[in-house]
């Protein structure tokens, strides 16, 4: 499993710095919370380690792989999947084609063998839909298999957003405010699989604005104000730093 | 039934080339592209083929595979500049392709016979080969839909963004989707090369383009069956009824008007989406008296 190390990263559009030489950590094995009030340039972070946007300047490697570079679609490849603020799903297809679009990264299928519908590839779709069935039961979604997706309930959506991210079996997962809209119970139960995810040796990076969500769920947290990285630590750290309480509640 | 195939034997060929160039169209839309690039693709695979056997004696099936490879290059070239346009700007870009391949056609006389047309082509192809090229299509669009490559297509035309965050190349998909394209619309070109005796570069031009669109909207944009069932309508419509014929486009206009407004997913995408929501009903129904 492999560490996420972003070094020095600045986002500038135009004159405006959205993110100035921003350093930070995301080791496997743990939950990382990246937290800051709204315009902190939390999701700009985001799309930068995923390649959605470019850096201008420093670098971010995972393990031994220089991503600084490298386009959005490969670096899901090398293991980096993530949720998005407002959740995007394939609004027209079924829950259950949503989620196996999620395995696509480790499919073996070759295009050749997709254009003749050589009979290798179709058994891999078979398999694929027998696993993403698992998925869903293991998420208490089973009877939501066939109906699309852009139909179903704020939580619902939210959960085969999680499923999908899944389903492509990441080393590092990046959570863009994956609680927002929930309540304490439903937010309690999505931490715990988060745990759980991380005690299985994933990488976790979880993005919020509920300090208190991340406080109880985070090994680390970073906080971000104005594009600037203003502090670091464990999260009884973090919760008692001058510097942090000033950005939330202005001095 | 000889009588019948008699009769609209003519009609059947027609319908079965229509059929190819939908299909040509709707792959490309399938990966999100909108490009209206199909009219030129047949074009320069009806021209090639004709060419090639007219002037130096080739074979037909020969011409015709060239044709279909000559298309698919072409769409895959197409594809390189266009990888950063979307939407309306594909298409306006794809218009002028089209419009480019019809005016090289009309004055590059000594190869294409410019607007007099490229004349004594021999008639060597009927029902049998373009059935047979139509189920080819077929199939491979089916194979498509069911592995892959079609979950690609798929989530690349619903949001890329989504597609690039998973790990699927969106230039490589649609050029992949382009020059799937090409070859269908280099294949029924160089088909209809065989059975027209003449062709004319303004065959292939924006006659044509709203052709396949329409035969698309109409018949959906999801399901295989979608274009087919689009260009059956579109062609058999104004020969059922004579009177109509006299008034074919303003026809063509006023069903494209109101399929847009009341069934935007084309007339076979609706009808599938009906069928599937009855039968989620249905189920739920059987579920909550258990």
Not at chain 2, 43 to 68: D, E, M, N
Request: charged share 15%.
């Amino acid at each position: 499993m492999s560490a996420l190390v972003i070094k020095g990263v600045s986002k500038h559009f135009g004159g405006v710095a959205a993110v100035s030489d921003v350093n930070m950590e995301v080791p496997p094995g743990k939950v990382t919370g990246l937290i800051g009030p709204n315009g902190a340039g939390k999701t700009t972070l985001i799309n930068l380690i995923t390649g959605v946007l470019t850096v201008s300047e420093g670098s971010i490697h995972f393990g031994a792989q220089d991503i600084t570079e490298v386009p959005a679609y490969k670096v899901a490849r090398a293991g980096i999947s993530r949720t998005f603020q407002n959740i995007r799903l394939l609004a027209e297809a079924s829950v259950i084609d949503n989620v196996m679009i999620g395995f696509y990264r480790n499919e073996k299928t070759t295009t050749p063998a997709s254009l003749l519908g050589l009979h290798s590839a179709r058994r891999e779709t078979a398999a694929l839909r027998d696993r993403a069935n698992k998925l869903l039961e293991r998420f208490g979604m089973s009877k939501f298999a066939d109906q699309e997706a852009g139909g179903l309930a704020y939580g619902h959506q939210r959960r085969v957003e999680m499923m999908r991210a899944l389903a492509s079996d990441p080393a590092l997962i990046l959570l863009d405010e994956p609680v927002a809209g929930m309540n304490d119970v439903e937010a309690g139960e999505l931490g715990e699989i988060f745990r759980g995810l991380a005690r299985n040796g994933m990488g976790v990076l979880l993005i919020e604005h509920n300090v208190r969500f991340v406080t109880t769920l985070c090994d680390f947290v970073y906080v971000l104000d104005s594009g600037r990285m203003i502090a670091s630590g464990s999260p009884e750290q973090i919760v008692n730093d001058p510097a942090v309480i000033t950005a939330y509640l202005g001095s | 039934m000889s009588d019948f195939f008699t009769v609209y034997h003519h009609l059947f060929n027609t319908f079965l080339l229509g059929s190819g160039y939908a299909l040509s169209q709707w792959v490309v839309m399938r990966a999100g592209v909108f490009s209206v690039a199909t009219a030129g693709l047949a074009s320069i695979g009806a021209y090639c083929a004709a060419i090639l056997t007219t002037k130096l004696g080739w074979p037909h099936p020969l011409s015709i595979l060239a044709g279909t490879l000559l298309g698919t290059l072409t769409g895959l070239l197409l594809s390189v500049p266009l990888a950063r346009l979307r939407g309306v700007f594909q298409a306006i870009a794809t218009l002028a392709f089209v419009q480019i391949v019809v005016a090289v056609g009309l004055f590059s006389d000594s190869l294409t016979g410019g607007a007099i047309g490229l004349n004594a082509i021999p008639i060597l192809v009927g029902t049998k080969e373009n059935l047979l090229a139509l189920l080819c299509t077929i199939y491979v669009l089916l194979a498509i839909g069911a592995t892959r490559v079609g979950r690609a297509f798929e989530a690349i035309r619903q949001d890329e963004a989504v597609a690039s965050s998973l790990g699927v190349s969106v230039t490589f998909h649609q050029s992949l989707a382009f020059g799937l394209s090409g070859a269908i619309a280099g294949l029924f070109g160089g088909l209809e090369a065989f059975q027209t005796f003449t062709l004319f570069p303004n065959t292939y031009g924006f006659g044509l383009i709203v052709a396949a669109l329409s035969y698309v909207v109409l018949g959906g944009r999801r399901s295989v069956a979608g274009p087919i069932v689009g260009t059956a309508i579109l062609l058999i419509l104004p020969e059922v009824s004579r009177p109509l014929a006299d008034y074919r486009n303003a026809l063509y206009g006023v069903i494209m008007m109101l399929v847009i407004a009341f069934m935007p997913r084309g007339i076979v995408d609706t009808g599938l989406l009906y069928l599937r929501r009855r039968r989620l009903a249905a189920k739920a129904a059987a579920e909550s008296r258990q």
